[in-house]
C-alpha cells in the first residue's frame, strides 16, 4: 500500500488511535498511522487505571451518567457524557471480540473495581493495574498485522496539510500524507508540569499542530493532579499507584499517622486534600497504606516498588499529587470533528466536554474507544483530497518544553495558582504554557481540577462556561456547550 495517499491518516499510537484505525480498517479502507515512537510504548501502554462501563444488573448507563455529572462540578457537557455511558458496554465486548482477556472473579464472570467517585463497582481491569499495557499489546499487535493499515513508527508530525480544510499530514522529514480524513490521537499535555506521571512526550503537541490548522482550544485550565504518585524512591519518581487500590482498601495518612481524607472522593478532592496537609505540615508526602490489600491483584505494581527496594506488603508508600490528565484539549463535537473540515481529534487530546472540570476515574479510557470509533466511521465519509503538492522539511509547530517551562509550570499553575504566580507565565517561550495561564487567569473561580487561592469560591453563574480559544486570538473567551 502506498502510505502517501490513504482513506485515513491517524496521528498517535494510543488507545484511542489505535481503535480508531481498526475500526476503520474494519470498514475496508486503508489507513496510514504515524507514531513518533515503537506501538505499545506509548502513554496509553503505562495506563493503570481501567475501563468505566455499566455492565451489571445494579448498574445502569444513567448510574455511570450521574456519577460522571457529580465529578465533573458543573462543567460536563451532557450529550458528550451520554454518549460515552451509553455506549462503552458495547465497546468493552468489542475489546473482548478482538482478544483482550479482562479479569474474572473466581465464577468467571467479568471483576469490577471500585474507584473514586464511582458509586458502584463499574471498572474493568486486565492483569490488575496493568490494563494499558494489556489492551496496547493486543492492539497494537492488530494493528501490525493488518494489511489495510500501514504504520509509519519514528515519524512525527510537523503540521497539518491543507489551506481550509486538512488534507493529511506533513511530516519532519518532508513528506506528505493524504486522506480523506485526518485524526489527531496524539494524547495529553501532563508533562508541561515538571512533576508528572506522564512519559516526556505529552506535552500537547496535537493541540498545537490543530490551532495552527485554525482549530480551537478550551478547558485547558482543568489540569488533574492525580493524588498518590509516587515520592523520594529512586527509579520510581512520579510512579502512579492506581486509584483502584485504594479502591480495594488501602489507605491515606499524614505525618502523624492519621487518615485525613474520604480515599474515594473524586479525584480533585483527594488531590488537594493531600496538597493542603503537605503545606500545614511541612512534608514532602503522606503515606500510603496498601499492606492490607492483596498483591496478586495489583503485580506490576507490587513488583515495580519491589524492584526499587520498597516493599508494599510491609512498607508504607510515600506519595503526593502529581500532574496525570489535561480535561482541556482541541474542541470536537460527539464524533471527534473539530471546526476544520478534514480534522479530527479523540482522546485526550481532544475536549468534547465529557470530563467537565474533573475527570470521572476511568472514563478516559472509555472515551478512546467510544469516540475513536466514532471518528473513525464518520471521517471516512470526507471527499477525496485533491493531489498534494511537494512538501519540504519544515519547522515543527509544536515544540517540546523546556526544562524551565516545565519548572514554571509546576510551580505556578499547580494545584492551587493565583494571578500573582499565573502572570509571568504568559511570557513563557512555550505557546501552550501562555494559553494554560490565560485560560487559568480568565476563570476566576476554583471549580474541580482548578483551584485559585485568590478567588477559593465556585461561580455559579460560570456554569456549563468553557473557556475556548479561537484559533486566531490569545485570549480567551467564554462558551455555553448544550
Known amino acids: 500500500m502506498n502510505a502517501e495517499r490513504s482513506d485515513l491518516v491517524v496521528v498517535g499510537a494510543g488507545a484511542a488511535g489505535l481503535f480508531a484505525c481498526l475500526c476503520a480498517a474494519r470498514e475496508g479502507a486503508r489507513v496510514a498511522l504515524v507514531s513518533a515512537r515503537p506501538l505499545a510504548e506509548t502513554a496509553s501502554y503505562w495506563a493503570q487505571g481501567g475501563l468505566a462501563a455499566a455492565l ?29 455511558c ?18 474474572a472473579d473466581r465464577h468467571g ?7 473514586g467517585g464511582h458509586g458502584v463497582r463499574r471498572v474493568v481491569h486486565a492483569g490488575g493495574s496493568a490494563t494499558g499495557r494489556r489492551i496496547l499489546r493486543q492492539l497494537s499487535a492488530d494493528v501490525a498485522e493488518h494489511p489495510a493499515i500501514e504504520v509509519l513508527e ?56 490543530a490551532r495552527a490548522a485554525g482549530a480551537a482550544l478550551a478547558d485547558l485550565e482543568f489540569a488533574q493532579f492525580h493524588p498518590t504518585a509516587v515520592v523520594g524512591v529512586p527509579g520510581r519518581e512520579g510512579f502512579l499507584i492506581t486509584e483502584a487500590i485504594r479502591g480495594e482498601g488501602a489507605t491515606l495518612h499524614d505525618a502523624h499517622g492519621e487518615r485525613f481524607v474520604d480515599e474515594l472522593a473524586p479525584r480533585d478532592a483527594v488531590a488537594r486534600a493531600i496538597f493542603r496537609t503537605l503545606q500545614e505540615q511541612g512534608t514532602s508526602f503522606v503515606s500510603l497504606d496498601m499492606r492490607h490489600v492483596d ?9 515495580a516498588l519491589r524492584d526499587a527496594g520498597l516493599d508494599p506488603a510491609t512498607e508504607l508508600v510515600p506519595v503526593a499529587p502529581a500532574s496525570h490528565y489535561v480535561m482541556g484539549g482541541i474542541v470536537t463535537d460527539l464524533d471527534g470533528r473539530t471546526h476544520v473540515p478534514g480534522l479530527y481529534a479523540v482522546g485526550e487530546c481532544a475536549c468534547t466536554g465529557l470530563h467537565g472540570a474533573n475527570r470521572l476515574a476511568s472514563n478516559s479510557l472509555s472515551e478512546c474507544f467510544v469516540f475513536g470509533r466514532r471518528a473513525a466511521l464518520r471521517a471516512l465519509g470526507e471527499p477525496s483530497p485533491a493531489p498534494a503538492g511537494a512538501a519540504v522539511p519544515g519547522d515543527a509547530v509544536a515544540p517540546p518544553p523546556t526544562r ?25 517561550p512555550h505557546p501552550l504554557a501562555q494559553l494554560v495561564a490565560r485560560a487559568a487567569l480568565f476563570r476566576e473561580e476554583s471549580r474541580g481540577a482548578h483551584a485559585r487561592a485568590d478567588f477559593p469560591e465556585t461561580d455559579p453563574a460560570l456554569d456549563d462556561r468553557h473557556t475556548v480559544f479561537d484559533p486566531d486570538s490569545p485570549e480567551p473567551r467564554l462558551d455555553h456547550w448544550a
Open 56 to 84: 451489571t444488573v445494579d448498574d445502569s448507563p444513567a448510574r455511570h451518567l450521574q456519577d460522571t455529572l457529580t465529578a465533573g462540578r458543573g462543567l460536563v457537557r451532557h450529550s458528550a457524557a451520554q454518549v460515552l
Open 109 to 115: 464472570n467479568v471483576a469490577l473495581g471500585l474507584e
Open 404 to 428: 524551565e517551562t516545565r519548572a514554571a509550570m509546576w510551580r505556578h499553575a499547580g494545584l492551587e495558582r493565583d494571578a500573582a504566580g499565573l502572570r509571568p507565565l504568559l511570557d513563557d
Open 295 to 303: 498483591p496478586g491483584r495489583f503485580p506490576n505494581v507490587v513488583a
Open 154 to 209: 519514528g515519524a512525527r508530525a510537523a503540521s497539518l496539510a491543507g489551506d481550509g480544510r486538512v488534507t493529511g499530514v506533513r511530516l519532519e522529514d518532508g513528506r506528505t500524507l493524504t486522506a480523506r480524513g485526518t485524526i489527531l490521537a496524539t494524547g495529553g499535555a501532563a508533562a508541561l508540569w515538571s512533576r508528572t506521571t506522564n512519559p516526556p512526550g505529552s506535552f500537547g503537541s496535537g493541540l498545537l499542530l
Open 86 to 103: 451509553d455506549e462503552a458496554p458495547a465497546r468493552f465486548h468489542d475489546l473482548e471480540a478482538l482478544g483482550v482477556r479482562f479479569d
